[in-house]
């Protein structure tokens, strides 16, 4: 570099755009733990974001009505985010009913914990669930979330969307939570073209020692995978001929959720 010169990171329209979505989603999803209002100050701490900045795009929140003014300081949620998250839980309400009973003739065949899970967030979250009977069992309890790159619904999700996708929607590094967790980036990416291949997915222990669970994809009336139906067991009730039985059964009832979505 000649001297007196200064080099100059010139920034396109759509990256600043992108920073700006992200910067102001940043400040939306603030509001998924328990506090209720925030003052600038406290997102400008909470964010690591200037106060100039975060008075900037506090203001364009506040003018889509996705924030709204709490006394002379703070800012909670506003009206327009409160309608769409209605209407986020009518929709996830309308899947869960159409599939409990297939949920319900699936716990009842196999004994087993049956569940629903979601993407929500970059995170796979259980939107409806079913204790199995067995003494000894496996259970994922609706609101549980997990990663998208650990975990037989997490992987049946990750593979519904494009390849080009999954970098942006993984987080690194990949978490190990057990010694069968796959965190490398290659193996992981291999397995779920894999997983979109078959059909179906299994996780054994990756996120919790000892669990086995069988995924398969579920479709909506466009045909677009929307959600994950999964069987969860102890690794000792389900060896590969169970799994290959479950795969079955989960698929079946796939279709008949499918059909009664559509």
Known sequence: MRPGYHSVKIMSDDTAKSSVIHKALDILLLFQGQQERYS???????????????????RILYEKELLEKVGSAEYGLGLVLIELGRKALASNREMRLIALPSMKRITEETGESVSLMRLYNRQVVCIESIEGRQAL????????????????????????????????????????????????????????????????AVSDGEIDVGARAVAVPLADHRNEIVAALSIEAPASRMDAGVVTHYVDLLQHEARVIHSELS
Do not use: N
Request: charge should be negative.
């Open 40 to 58: 600038v100050e406290e997102i400008s701490q909470s964010l690591d974001i200037p106060k100039s900045t975060v008075y900037r795009y506090v």
């Open 137 to 200: 069992r496996v259970t994922i309890e609706r609101g549980r979330t997990q990663p998208l790159h650990a975990g037989a619904s997490s992987k049946i999700l990750l593979s519904a969307l494009p390849d080009d996708e999954w970098d942006e929607m993984l987080d690194f590094p990949l978490q190990r939570f057990t010694s069968t967790t796959i965190t490398d980036l290659d193996m992981l990416c291999a397995h779920i073209r894999a997983v979109r291949e078959q059909g179906y």
